[in-house]
């Protein structure tokens, strides 16, 4: 059986300097003769690892949100369609052997916690994790050093949502 890597990634347009290092990581994980797996889209990171590996002749997995795979990377080889929305996430990192996360929103950090909780090694590449959660949105992460402070963030939160 091949060594399956997945790459786990934002979705939104990547920079010149995060594109570069996406398509750098596709073509190394394809030089070493492993499988790539990605959430399949057409942006982002997922695309642009995919570019890289398939152009330096290695297997790429796209594992798809949606059931008609209309949203699908060109450079993707095998697209799953799941139908399942960001559940497949789950699908993502069960499959990898490891997985390395390149920076992301809440969808790659729910990647990252299903793949530490599976038991699987994740590699985290230019960004923290804890930061990104930190910074993510709709939710937020807040920090309280006490349960007092905790119930005053609760209530500062809960009061502009209900005004």
Same mark, same amino acid.
């Given at each position: 059986m091949?060594?399956?890597i997945?790459?786990?990634?934002s979705?939104?347009?990547l920079?010149? @300097?995060?594109h570069?290092?996406a +398509?750098?990581?596709g073509?190394?994980?394809? #030089?070493? $003769?492993?499988?790539? +797996?990605?959430?399949?889209?057409?942006? $982002?990171?997922?695309?642009?690892?995919?570019?890289?590996?398939?152009?330096a002749?290695g297997?790429?997995?796209?594992? +798809?949100?949606?059931?008609d795979g209309?949203?699908?990377?060109q450079?993707?080889d095998? @697209?799953?369609?799941?139908?399942?929305? &960001?559940a497949r996430?789950?699908?993502?990192? !069960?499959?990898?052997d490891l997985?390395? @996360? +390149?920076?992301g929103?809440s969808?790659t950090l729910?990647e990252?916690?299903?793949?530490?909780?599976?038991?699987?090694?994740?590699?985290v590449?230019?960004?923290d994790?804890?930061?990104a959660?930190r @910074?993510? #949105?709709?939710?937020?992460?807040l &920090?309280?050093?006490s349960p007092? #402070?905790?119930?005053? !963030?609760a209530?500062?939160? !809960?009061?502009r949502?209900h005004?």
């Amino acid at each position: 059986m091949r060594t399956i890597i997945g790459v786990m990634g934002s979705g939104r347009p990547l920079d010149g @300097a995060d594109h570069k290092r996406a +398509l750098e990581l596709g073509r190394l994980v394809a #030089e070493h $003769g492993w499988v790539l +797996l990605t959430g399949g889209t057409a942006s $982002g990171v997922m695309d642009a690892v995919s570019q890289g590996a398939r152009e330096a002749g290695g297997l790429v997995v796209g594992v +798809l949100k949606s059931d008609d795979g209309a949203e699908c990377s060109q450079y993707v080889d095998v @697209a799953i369609r799941t139908g399942m929305g &960001d559940a497949r996430n789950a699908i993502n990192v !069960l499959s990898s052997d490891l997985v390395i @996360a +390149l920076p992301g929103g809440s969808g790659t950090l729910s990647e990252v916690a299903l793949a530490l909780k599976a038991g699987r090694t994740v590699i985290v590449l230019g960004w923290d994790p804890g930061a990104a959660m930190r @910074a993510s #949105e709709p939710g937020k992460l807040l &920090d309280a050093a006490s349960p007092e #402070e905790a119930v005053t !963030l609760a209530a500062g939160y !809960l009061n502009r949502l209900h005004h």
